[in-house]
């Protein structure tokens, strides 16, 4: 085997990829220059939401309300100029804590501190991992769930890893930027992977980073870049996967003599192992297919070598579909295009694409305007996405708001029956923005209020709202849906408990010192007595609260209402509403053990130190490692609204109730 110096040489004079050079430092080499390699201290580098990197000497910014307010949603354009490839399904920023002002000394860590994000943009702050030491920092990136229960919880993580955010100081040998571009990687946030890495300011070629950078470019379609980025490395590092990614290249560019000897390469260095690639190879040459048995984990690069095949993926990779392959299911020129559409839905809901990108998929569907005209005669398609399609493409061309909401209506319950409601929702809330809020549209009030919810335009909400109590009767089901609804409504703040200020602050946060139990560290509110002054929202809570035991008590499933009970009483607790005793007492019942996702005894109490610290991007992530991957029936309504209560704590507020109330809709409370 040659050596790595000797193979980059050969390499490099053989492949067509780069010159005959010697091995000299980086800065002085010529030719492509990848995009972390570039001096970016001269230049303020702009990416998502403005985020300005330029490393400073000292940071001081004002954590003021991020822009755009209830139901705003800024998406940036995605580098392939089209779609935004895992740049935030949510959209919205959110803001930590208001009133603070960060000064914070970053000098020799200016690499680690870069990021995307500000406090003004949905940073967490430069002064985030304060009081976390790096190796801890590290573990807990790692820990972070690649996949979450809700879009909320998701969008707090990849704040949590675009924020400009001085790394601790110790154990410099640590890079935190690293993991960061790792775990944005397995989380599929690929558009993110390549801006992060596009506002570092490091000079040195890092192999993980340099790798991370050609798989983003790779997956979000910027194949010259891609392999730009491959001829500037190629001779740094001699592992096999810039050998084949030459190969690529190679082919791509149809030089077939400089790919047959880099291939070559590949088979010195490890045999014929990776059986995929010389498979892909093989049929990019000859013009045959890949065994679909061959198919399976694919890679980003694999990804780009299947399109010069020409070759379809199978559908049956859609299900449990890695994010790269479900992305290639997307952006690839030879997928059908009903298998391209439940691609999308897949890889919405998992927060791979934004719902805008979503929108523009399925507007590129064609639908003749006599099936348009006629969808609600006729709306169901071969699969769900395709019935979504022609469904939204009607809504959209509807100029008519009462044939418009009869369209939405259809959509919600179509959603609801397939578990794609806050999918739905989000998707057709500009849609909802053009139905006007009156008493024709009274039918249509508990399904615009659930989708205003869900979208986090409270403001339209609390709209619809008052126009569905107003149009409550005995004649209509209005007054039932409401109470089934009310946990959501108090979580997003559209009702008044009648919770003071004072007794919501004592009744949430953590206490470091006592502990109250497995990670009920919440403090209790105080005993009601019978002296004590009951204000008419009080009344009003206690009587909505009955209401809302008495439905459950009523339905057949009662394993699945004691749960719901247990997380709309733990996510009150959290947030300093209410929770009558006799509530509790009724829970007080076999069986008292149960088996649902319980964190270790480790994270439940470092989650309560970080709390007690004000550790934010701790408490952040213990609050994600502990629930962002546990749904339905295994959440653990315990773990959730301590987990709530923490963040509320650091000022995390807005995070908090989006997770509780998507966490609410999403178990069909």
Same mark, same amino acid.
């Given at each position: 085997?040659?050596?790595?110096?000797?193979?980059?040489?050969?390499?490099?004079?053989?492949?067509?990829?780069?010159?005959?050079?010697?091995?000299?430092?980086?800065?002085?080499?010529?030719?492509?220059?990848?995009? &972390?390699?570039?001096?970016?201290?001269?230049?303020?580098?702009?990416?998502?939401?403005?985020?300005?990197?330029?490393?400073?000497?000292?940071?001081?910014?004002?954590?003021?309300?991020?822009?755009?307010?209830?139901?705003?949603?800024?998406?940036?354009?995605?580098?392939?100029?089209? &779609?935004?490839? !895992?740049?935030?399904?949510?959209?919205?920023?959110?803001?930590?804590?208001?009133?603070?002002?960060?000064?914070?000394?970053?000098?020799?860590?200016?690499?680690?501190?870069?990021?995307?994000?500000?406090?003004?943009?949905? !940073?967490?702050?430069?002064?985030?991992?304060?009081?976390?030491?790096?190796?801890?920092?590290?573990?807990?990136?790692?820990?972070?769930?690649?996949? #979450?229960?809700?879009?909320?919880?998701?969008?707090?993580?990849?704040?949590?890893?675009?924020?400009?955010?001085?790394?601790?100081? *110790?154990?410099?040998?640590?890079?935190?930027?690293?993991?960061?571009?790792?775990?944005?990687?397995?989380?599929?946030?690929?558009?993110?992977?390549?801006?992060?890495?596009?506002?570092?300011?490091?000079?040195?070629?890092?192999?993980?980073?340099?790798?991370?950078?050609?798989?983003?470019?790779?997956?979000?379609?910027?194949?010259?870049?891609?392999?730009?980025?491959?001829?500037?490395?190629?001779? $740094?590092?001699?592992?096999?996967?810039?050998?084949?990614?030459?190969?690529?290249? $190679?082919?791509?560019?149809?030089?077939?003599?400089?790919?047959? &000897?880099?291939?070559?390469?590949?088979?010195?260095?490890?045999?014929?192992?990776?059986?995929? #690639?010389?498979?892909?190879?093989?049929?990019?040459?000859?013009? =045959?297919?890949?065994?679909?048995?061959?198919?399976?984990?694919?890679?980003?690069?694999?990804?780009?070598?299947?399109?010069?095949?020409?070759?379809?993926?199978?559908?049956?990779?859609?299900?449990?579909?890695?994010?790269?392959?479900?992305?290639?299911?997307?952006?690839?020129?030879?997928?059908?295009?009903?298998?391209?559409?439940?691609?999308?839905?897949?890889?919405?809901?998992?927060?791979?694409?934004?719902?805008?990108?979503?929108?523009?998929?399925?507007?590129?569907?064609?639908?003749?305007?006599?099936?348009?005209?006629?969808?609600?005669?006729?709306?169901?398609?071969?699969?769900?996405?395709?019935?979504?399609?022609?469904?939204?493409?009607?809504?959209?061309? =509807?100029?008519?708001?009462?044939?418009?909401?009869?369209?939405?209506?259809?959509?919600?319950?179509?959603?609801?029956?397939?578990?794609?409601?806050?999918?739905?929702?989000?998707?057709?809330?500009?849609?909802?923005?053009?139905?006007?809020?009156?008493? *024709?549209?009274?039918?249509?009030?508990?399904?615009?209020?659930?989708?205003?919810?869900?979208?986090?335009?409270?403001?339209?909400?609390?709209?619809?709202?008052?126009?569905?109590?107003?149009?409550?009767?005995?004649?209509?089901?209005?007054? =039932?849906?409401?109470?089934?609804?009310?946990?959501?409504?108090?979580?997003?703040?559209?009702?008044?408990?009648?919770?003071?200020?004072?007794?919501?602050?004592? =009744?949430?946060?953590?206490?470091?010192?006592?502990?109250?139990?497995?990670?009920?560290?919440?403090?209790?509110?105080?005993?009601?007595?019978?002296?004590?002054?009951?204000?008419?929202?009080?009344?009003?809570?206690?009587?909505?609260?009955?209401?809302?035991?008495?439905?459950?008590?009523?339905?057949?499933?009662?394993?699945?209402?004691?749960?719901?009970?247990?997380?709309?009483?733990?996510?009150?607790?959290?947030?300093?509403?209410?929770?009558?005793?006799?509530?509790?007492?009724?829970?007080?019942?076999?069986?008292?053990?149960?088996?649902?996702?319980?964190?270790?005894?480790?994270?439940?109490?470092?989650?309560?130190?970080?709390?007690?610290?004000? $550790?934010?991007?701790?408490?952040?992530?213990?609050?994600?490692?502990?629930?962002?991957?546990?749904?339905?029936?295994?959440?653990?309504?315990?773990?959730?609204?301590?987990?709530?209560?923490?963040?509320?704590?650091?000022?995390?507020?807005? *995070?908090?109730?989006?997770?509780?109330?998507?966490?609410?809709?999403?178990? !069909?409370?």
């Amino acid at each position: 085997m040659r050596s790595g110096t000797t193979r980059a040489c050969v390499f490099a004079c053989l492949t067509g990829l780069g010159t005959l050079i010697q091995v000299i430092p980086a800065q002085a080499q010529q030719g492509p220059v990848p995009l &972390f390699l570039q001096n970016r201290n001269d230049d303020a580098q702009t990416s998502l939401g403005g985020t300005t990197s330029t490393p400073t000497a000292k940071t001081a910014q004002p954590a003021t309300n991020a822009p755009g307010g209830a139901g705003s949603t800024t998406t940036a354009p995605g580098p392939n100029g089209v &779609f935004g490839w !895992g740049s935030g399904a949510d959209s919205n920023n959110y803001p930590t804590d208001p009133d603070a002002v960060q000064t914070l000394e970053l000098q020799a860590v200016d690499a680690e501190s870069v990021g995307i994000l500000d406090r003004n943009s949905g !940073g967490l702050g430069v002064d985030m991992w304060s009081g976390t030491d790096r190796l801890t920092a590290a573990r807990l990136i790692d820990g972070l769930p690649d996949h #979450f229960a809700s879009h909320a919880m998701r969008n707090l993580a990849r704040r949590l890893l675009l924020s400009i955010a001085a790394a601790p100081s *110790d154990h410099a040998q640590t890079s935190l930027l690293t993991h960061r571009i790792a775990k944005l990687q397995s989380m599929g946030a690929y558009g993110d992977v390549a801006r992060l890495i596009g506002v570092t300011t490091r000079r040195d070629p890092v192999a993980e980073l340099a790798e991370a950078q050609v798989n983003a470019l790779l997956v979000t379609g910027q194949i010259d870049q891609a392999c730009d980025a491959i001829a500037g490395f190629g001779s $740094q590092f001699d592992t096999p996967f810039w050998l084949k990614a030459a190969v690529f290249c $190679q082919l791509r560019a149809k030089n077939n003599s400089s790919a047959s &000897f880099s291939t070559d390469l590949v088979r010195e260095v490890e045999g014929e192992n990776d059986k995929l #690639f010389f498979a892909l190879n093989k049929a990019i040459r000859t013009g =045959s297919n890949v065994s679909p048995q061959l198919l399976v984990n694919l890679r980003p690069l694999d990804v780009a070598m299947l399109e010069l095949t020409k070759q379809g993926l199978p559908a049956s990779l859609l299900d449990n579909a890695a994010p790269a392959t479900l992305l290639a299911f997307i952006k690839s020129a030879n997928t059908a295009t009903d298998i391209k559409l439940e691609a999308a839905r897949l890889a919405e809901q998992q927060g791979y694409i934004t719902t805008d990108d979503l929108a523009a998929i399925y507007q590129g569907v064609t639908f003749s305007s006599s099936e348009l005209a006629s969808v609600l005669d006729d709306a169901s398609e071969s699969t769900p996405a395709r019935e979504y399609a022609k469904l939204y493409q009607a809504a959209v061309k =509807s100029d008519v708001p009462a044939a418009r909401a009869e369209i939405l209506a259809h959509m919600y319950d179509n959603a609801r029956n397939n578990g794609d409601y806050g999918q739905v929702a989000r998707l057709c809330a500009p849609l909802l923005e053009d139905v006007p809020i009156n008493n *024709d549209f009274a039918w249509f009030a508990i399904d615009a209020l659930t989708a205003a919810i869900y979208s986090n335009d409270l403001e339209r909400a609390g709209g619809w709202l008052s126009q569905a109590k107003a149009s409550s009767n005995s004649g209509n089901a209005i007054e =039932s849906r409401l109470i089934v609804l009310y946990p959501a409504l108090v979580l997003a703040g559209l009702e008044d408990t009648g919770a003071s200020d004072a007794e919501r602050s004592a =009744s949430t946060g953590f206490n470091p010192s006592p502990n109250y139990g497995l990670g009920g560290t919440v403090k209790p509110a105080p005993p009601m007595t019978q002296s004590a002054p009951t204000s008419q929202a009080q009344a009003r809570h206690r009587a909505h609260m009955d209401e809302w035991a008495e439905q459950q008590m009523a339905r057949n499933d009662q394993v699945g209402a004691r749960h719901d009970a247990e997380l709309v009483y733990s996510l009150f607790a959290a947030f300093g509403v209410e929770v009558p005793e006799k509530f509790w007492d009724a829970l007080l019942d076999q069986p008292y053990v149960t088996a649902r996702g319980t964190p270790n005894a480790s994270v439940v109490h470092k989650l309560a130190q970080a709390a007690g610290a004000n $550790q934010r991007a701790t408490v952040a992530s213990l609050a994600l490692i502990a629930n962002g991957n546990v749904g339905g029936d295994l959440q653990n309504p315990v773990s959730l609204g301590n987990s709530v209560a923490a963040l509320r704590m650091v000022g995390l507020e807005v *995070d908090a109730r989006r997770i509780a109330v998507e966490t609410i809709l999403e178990n !069909g409370l």
